[in-house]
């Protein structure tokens, strides 16, 4: 197996005021780890667009991407990561271990690495990378902005080349992925408990091959928004950065899981309903060289909403459903 050297960053804010009791929101803890999901997959899809939304010099970028730097040029971006139970099991375990035994590390107090943790899960790997993610507080913090924060500084780490950090979102090699976000009380030292978020993401490429089609269904209102195009002196880069990962409409408010999603592999001949998850994502394995379509019905099943024909690509392919 081959290790690999990951960031690790810390993300706190302290405001130095009476501390609020912690209270859940309604994005839970699953719907956290799906929106991070959802951003890390969306950055892949667009590199370039993605740094210049955040504001990453390009040449600072290519220096941290080394020879992989032409990843940037890409038109239509990296194959989106897939979700992997196994690898969100093996991040979970991993949360709650520095969570219970108070540390904050890529490997537990006993030397295990990320690597061992997730070949141990039973995970079979040719490759594995991992980051970590901590955003503590004393006032409450929404979780989406929770999210959107650590997400920005796992792509600033990795971006950076002074840091030298392995790469995990713009990696060419990784094709599945688990994420793990709990809310929690969390602290290294028995003096300094705050609430906080605790990430642990880990990345895979499977000894077996997999191939997976997924996506989110989402409602896009009456007027889908304008596909905004920002240059480095245009005015409209605020509102370039504020809808680069929802370019077509997407945000978690807007998921939609008043449906039913239905695939059928038109070569193989079998058919069947397709559960959704958090912010009404779904995903579903398809051999590759095979036609398929997949189909959105009403909660009724009484109207076809959208319907699509494909072929099995031996690459993972990312559709959104959008629903008027």
């Known amino acids: 197996m081959m290790k690999i050297k990951i960031a690790r960053y810390i993300l706190t804010i302290q405001v130095i005021i009476s501390c609020f009791a912690f209270e859940s929101a309604a994005f839970n803890d699953s719907e956290a780890s799906a929106y991070l999901w959802k951003l890390i997959n969306e950055a892949r899809s667009r590199p370039l667009k993605t740094i210049e939304a955040y504001g990453i010099d390009h040449e600072i970028a290519r220096r941290a991407l080394g020879e992989d730097m032409w990843i940037l040029e890409l038109e239509n971006g990296l194959p989106p990561l897939a979700w992997h139970g196994t690898l969100?099991?093996?991040?979970?375990?991993?949360?709650?271990?520095?969570?219970?035994?108070?540390?904050?590390?890529?490997?537990s107090p006993e030397e295990v690495s990320f690597?061992?943790?997730?070949?141990?899960?039973?995970?079979?790997?040719?490759?594995?990378?991992?980051?970590?993610?901590?955003?503590?507080?004393?006032i409450y913090v929404d979780p989406v902005k929770a999210v959107e924060g650590i997400f920005e500084n796992m792509l600033r780490d990795e971006l950076n080349p002074e840091l030298g950090?392995?790469?995990n979102i713009f990696n060419k090699d990784f094709t599945e992925i688990g994420i793990s976000f709990i809310s929690t009380a969390f602290s290294i030292s028995k003096d300094s408990i705050l609430n906080a978020y605790l990430v642990t993401a880990d990345f895979a490429k499977p000894v077996e091959v997999r191939n997976y089609v997924f996506?989110?269904?989402?409602n896009i209102g009456e007027n889908?928004?304008?596909?905004?195009v920002w240059s480095k002196n245009d005015a409209t880069k605020k509102e370039y950065v504020?809808?680069?990962?929802?370019?077509?409409?997407?945000?978690?408010?807007?998921?939609?899981?008043?449906?039913?999603?239905?695939?059928?592999?038109?070569?193989?001949?079998?058919?069947?309903?397709?559960?959704h998850g958090s912010l009404a994502s779904y995903q579903i394995q398809i051999p590759a060289n095979t036609f398929y379509s997949i189909e959105v019905f009403d909660i009724n099943q009484e109207s076809l909403l959208k319907r699509i024909i494909n072929i099995g690509l031996n690459v993972n392919k990312m559709v959104d459903f959008t629903i008027n």
């Open 242 to 275: 504020k809808n680069l990962l929802s370019y077509s409409g997407w945000s978690p408010e807007k998921a939609n899981d008043n449906f039913i999603l239905r695939v059928n592999n038109l070569t193989q001949g079998w058919s069947f309903e397709v559960p």
């Open 215 to 218: 996506g989110n269904i989402y």
């Open 88 to 107: 969100s099991e093996s991040a979970s375990a991993h949360n709650n271990d520095m969570i219970n035994r108070r540390y904050y590390s890529y490997t």
């Open 165 to 167: 950090y392995a790469k």
């Open 224 to 228: 889908k928004p304008e596909i905004l």
């Open 115 to 138: 690597n061992e943790r997730i070949t141990n899960s039973g995970y079979d790997a040719l490759l594995t990378g991992e980051i970590l993610g901590i955003l503590s507080f004393y």
